[in-house]
């Protein structure tokens, strides 16, 4: 009975997994975001003083590497308008108060201008919000504020941002309110009412009150848009003159465009989000097909540190002048050097081979648009790539993508089946002339090819922000 229970302990033994501490650290680095890997950098570049970081010029937006103040790519893409990614900015909300007419040359291209004020609003909102949350959220912060519209509001849901970049909600929820906390205040809200109820809260702190106002945001801002003063004292009991009183405070002390002045970008131009995101890997259209580049492998060159590299060759020669801790030394880090800079160039082939692999499954989305995106999996990608597919997600998770038309969108769309519907939906709205009926947009999505209830369309036009068709 004793050899066998030796026995036993000797096969229980042999089975131990064992995980090679190069592979730990290889997945560690796959798995960070571009701001975490910057600061990974920037740390292992204060430790290691055999690693040395080349200092190339990189434009903020695309990664690509600059020859002078503007980028050619960037600067290319702003003028171009002709593109199955453009978005009509649609106004989804009536005005409660004008603000400013804007002038007919708001429009007119300038690129100089655009270089110097268009990142303003989000670049700071960026830094105030740095200072309030953790690296780890910084993505969401990112996210989130290149999500924002021309007015200024939350143009995505907080359960889409979470699935996008593979996070909690109430991570999201948490980071959206230390957004709606920055000025302009009213900034990140999901809709007009929210974005002055934002207001509201902010002037009743300071001391500032409208009795009712709160009330009748809240309950009536359409008729309080539309006039309909009589009704609305009729249901909350008080004097019409109150009402009136009401709307002379929303005009004058609320903005139901808190971006408004901040930016003379057009947002139909170019998408937001790329103003604010700088992506992990970019997608171009070559003479003859679409191109890869891994455009993070401009921004963070490293090396090891030519004295070193020349200290390590010494190392090998019998006469050798160096004592047996200072061998050590130049041993430990080097090593070390260029373990960190294997596991750099691992993340970025797997970047690379990652994206490759979806532009050969979704050649027709980069081709025409989001009505031709393919239903795909992580687990298909892994497959035809011959890697797990937890390698996959930690490879694409909280990372950007710029597509050949300039929009940034983060990889979880490529591996989103049904975001073609809502996207082929929002352009039947955008392109309506009379206002569809939830039973009008079933009926077009038809001839489409999808078919799906009307109130499938009701959940998803909510979902999309965008008002019924009697308040269009």
């Known amino acids: 009975m004793e050899l066998e229970l030796d026995l036993s302990q000797d096969y229980s033994a042999s089975q131990t997994m064992k995980v090679s501490p190069r592979l730990v650290a290889a997945n560690y680095i796959l798995e960070l975001s571009s701001q975490e890997l910057q600061q990974q950098i920037s740390r292992e ?12 010029p990189t434009c903020n937006i695309c990664g690509s590497e600059l020859h002078g103040s503007i980028c050619p790519r960037c600067i290319q893409r702003q003028k171009g308008t002709d593109s199955p990614y453009s978005q ?72 889409d941002v979470a699935y996008d970049l593979e996070v909690s909600e109430d991570r999201v929820r948490a980071v959206i309110r230390v957004l709606q906390a920055q000025e302009p205040i009213g900034i990140g809200a999901r809709n007009l009412r929210e974005c002055l109820l934002i ?9 500032l009150t409208q009795p009712h106002a709160r009330e009748v945001v809240s309950q009536f801002l359409t008729e309080l848009g539309e ?82 590299t020349r200290l390590s060759t010494e190392l090998h020669r019998a006469n050798g002048s160096m004592t047996a801790d200072e061998k ?52 298909a990608v892994a497959q035809e790539l011959g890697v797990h597919e937890s390698t996959v997600s930690r490879a694409t998770a909280q990372k950007y993508v710029m597509l050949p038309s300039g929009e940034v969108i983060p990889y979880a769309h490529f591996f989103t089946p049904s975001l073609s519907v809502k996207d082929i939906m929002k352009e039947v709205i955008e392109k309506e002339g009379r206002p569809l009926t939830d039973s009008q947009i079933v009926e077009r999505l038809k001839e489409r090819g999808i078919f799906i209830a009307r109130r499938t369309v009701a959940k998803y036009r909510m979902q999309l922000a965008i008002l019924p068709s009697s308040l269009r």
Request: charged share 30%; net charge negative.
């Open 45 to 56: 570049l204060d430790d290691n003083p055999a690693l040395e970081l080349i200092d190339v």
């Open 88 to 159: 009509d900015p649609a106004s989804r909300f009536d005005d409660v108060g004008e603000r400013s007419e804007r002038s007919p040359d708001d429009d007119e291209f300038d690129p100089l201008t655009r270089v110097a004020s268009e990142q303003t609003l989000g670049e700071r909102l960026l830094m105030d919000m740095g200072s309030v949350i953790g690296v780890q959220d910084f993505p969401i912060a990112e996210y989130l504020v290149g999500s924002l519209d021309e007015k200024g509001y939350l143009a995505i849901k907080p359960e």
């Open 199 to 207: 207001q509201i809260d902010h002037l009743e702190e300071r001391g």
């Open 227 to 308: 006039h309909k003063f009589s009704r609305i004292a009729h249901e909350l009991k008080i004097p019409v003159a109150q009402v009136e009183d009401i709307w002379e405070f929303v005009k004058t002390k609320l903005n139901p465009h808190p971006a408004h002045g901040f930016s003379s970008t057009n947002t139909s131009d170019r998408d937001t989000r790329a103003m604010y995101i700088t992506p992990d890997v970019v997608i171009t259209q070559g003479v003859e097909d679409f191109e890869v580049e891994v455009v993070e492998s401009r921004r963070f060159v490293l090396r090891v540190n030519p004295m070193y």
């Open 328 to 379: 050590k030394h130049v041993q430990q880090y080097v090593g070390r050097a260029k373990l960190f800079i294997a596991n750099i160039n691992q993340r970025r082939q797997t970047l690379a081979n990652i994206t490759r692999c979806l532009v050969d499954q979704q050649r027709e989305f980069l081709q025409k648009g989001v009505r031709h995106l393919r239903p795909l999996s992580r687990a």
